[in-house]
Nanobody
Framework: QVQLVESGGGLVQPGGSLRLSCVAS????????MNWYRQAPGKQREVVAT???????NYADSVKGRFTISRDNAKNTVFLQMNSLKPEDTAVYYC???????????????WGQGTQVSVSS
């Protein structure tokens, strides 16, 4: 069984910063991609940032230059540093990780429970 636990959300003023974390635990053999998504009220879930096992990153246009995704492979953790936050960044943020639980098994996608980020003055 694999679990992902997110933390770091909260209420912040426009222009402020937050750092989200997502830790995977359980029966983990290896992890491939790690990703952050968000879902604002009344909107579809959208990808925010992705990072491959090799460290290559990709960002949604709306967050480029403001958000940074990183990972700590030894701790099965992915981070999202969010700077210069705007009210339109308000959403529930979810992480997912592509995890293999056995050497010869496939990668499955596991999701965290979500963490609320609210940007308001």
């Amino acid at each position: 069984q694999v679990q992902l636990v997110e933390s770091g959300g909260g209420l912040v003023q426009p222009g402020g910063s937050l750092r989200l974390s997502c830790v995977a635990s359980g029966s983990i053999f290896s992890i491939n991609a790690m990703n952050w998504y968000r879902q604002a009220p009344g909107k579809q879930r959208e990808v925010v940032a992705t990072i491959t096992s090799g460290g290559s990153t990709n960002y949604a246009d709306s967050v480029k230059g403001r958000f940074t995704i990183s990972r700590d492979n030894a701790k099965n953790t992915v981070f999202l540093q969010m700077n210069s936050l705007k009210p339109e960044d308000t959403a529930v943020y979810y992480c997912n990780q592509h995890i293999k639980t056995q050497q010869r098994g496939p990668f499955y996608v596991y999701w965290g429970q979500g963490t609320q980020v609210s940007v308001s003055s």
